[in-house]
């Protein structure tokens, strides 16, 4: 009996084990499904005030700004995190000036150029998720006239001073209420960050190595105001930019994640570049 006994207990540890390695192996599998992340430059920035960010806080200082794209490799296909400054800047020696206090943009490389560097072609990016639909995170969309957009209902149905939509009509795109696990593995996850605009939206990140990586899109400008909890003048609304930052700090911290500032050039200075890669 004893004997029995003890083979019935070394055979439910044993497929215990199995059960358990079975377990491992899926996770790692899906944990493998997003293997790389790009930073591309999509613009470089210079505006004459400050402020126009921070509400009475370094009024008439100038600064830089950068604007990113994030390029993600994923088994299931490529996934394009906002699409920059429109490419045609890279055509103007002098940049595009901003209105209203807003940067001038330049831009030293193409984003189609950019991709091609690595061996992508437009045709090969599955997904755009767009953080929100100011002019520098959407100026080469069009560039992808196959990909499905991911953005907000809110957003993709925020009126224009003229009526005009921010999309082509026939672009294929996904409109959103809420967050959404892209690819079901919990890699990329968009989270609904309302308040810089309507339908503002943040990308949740797991790489393999790297961990929790949040990318801002513009739920916060630059580190001073993450720090500070500053919200510019013209964002959409105050209280729920406040909330978006909250949440963020709150997801931060709970996956003991990173959060990348689009604009902030201090920190973009600071991280690798396409051709090198996140994983």
């Known amino acids: 009996m004893r004997f029995s006994r003890f083979l019935g207990?070394?055979?439910?540890?044993?497929?215990?084990s199995v059960l358990a390695s079975v377990m491992f192996a899926s996770a790692q599998t899906q944990a493998a499904g997003l293997?790389?992340?790009?930073?591309?430059?999509c613009g470089e920035g210079h505006a004459l005030d400050?402020?126009?960010?921070s509400p009475g806080i370094d009024v008439g200082q100038p600064f830089d700004v950068t604007d990113n794209c994030y390029l993600l490799h994923h088994a299931q296909?490529?996934?394009l995190w906002d699409t920059g400054v429109i490419d045609a800047v890279a055509d103007m020696p002098n940049g595009a000036?901003?209105?209203?206090?807003?940067?001038?943009?330049?831009?030293?490389?193409?984003?189609?150029?950019?991709?091609?560097?690595?061996?992508?072609?437009p045709s090969d990016i599955r997904y755009i998720g767009i953080s929100h639909t100011h002019p520098d995170h959407i100026g080469n969309v069009e560039l992808f006239p196959q990909a499905t957009l991911l953005v907000q209902k809110a957003e993709y149905e925020w009126p224009l001073p003229l009526g005009l939509g921010r999309f082509k009509a026939e672009h294929p795109v996904e409109k959103l209420e809420g967050d959404k696990d892209?690819?079901?593995?919990?890699?990329?996850?968009?989270i609904s960050t309302p308040g810089h605009t309507p339908g503002h939206q943040s990308l949740l990140v797991t790489?393999?190595?790297?961990?929790?990586?949040?990318?801002?899109?513009?739920?916060v400008h630059f580190k001073s105001n993450w720090d500070n909890r500053r919200v510019p003048g013209t964002n959409f609304d105050k209280e729920k930019t406040l909330a978006s930052m909250q949440r963020i700090a709150d997801l931060l911290e709970a996956k003991k994640g990173q959060l990348w500032i689009n604009h902030d050039k201090v920190q973009t200075d600071s991280l690798k570049h396409a051709p090198e890669f996140y994983d």
Request: proline letters at 4%; zero cysteines.
């Open 35 to 41: 293997d790389k992340l790009y930073v591309i430059n």
């Open 182 to 190: 892209v690819f079901g593995d919990g890699s990329i996850v968009i």
């Open 9 to 16: 207990l070394a055979a439910a540890a044993f497929i215990a």
């Open 50 to 53: 400050k402020s126009r960010w």
């Open 97 to 121: 000036s901003g209105q209203n206090g807003a940067p001038t943009w330049r831009k030293p490389k193409k984003l189609v150029t950019a991709l091609a560097e690595l061996g992508i072609k």
């Open 77 to 79: 296909g490529w996934f």
């Open 207 to 219: 790489l393999p190595k790297t961990g929790v990586i949040i990318l801002s899109g513009d739920a």
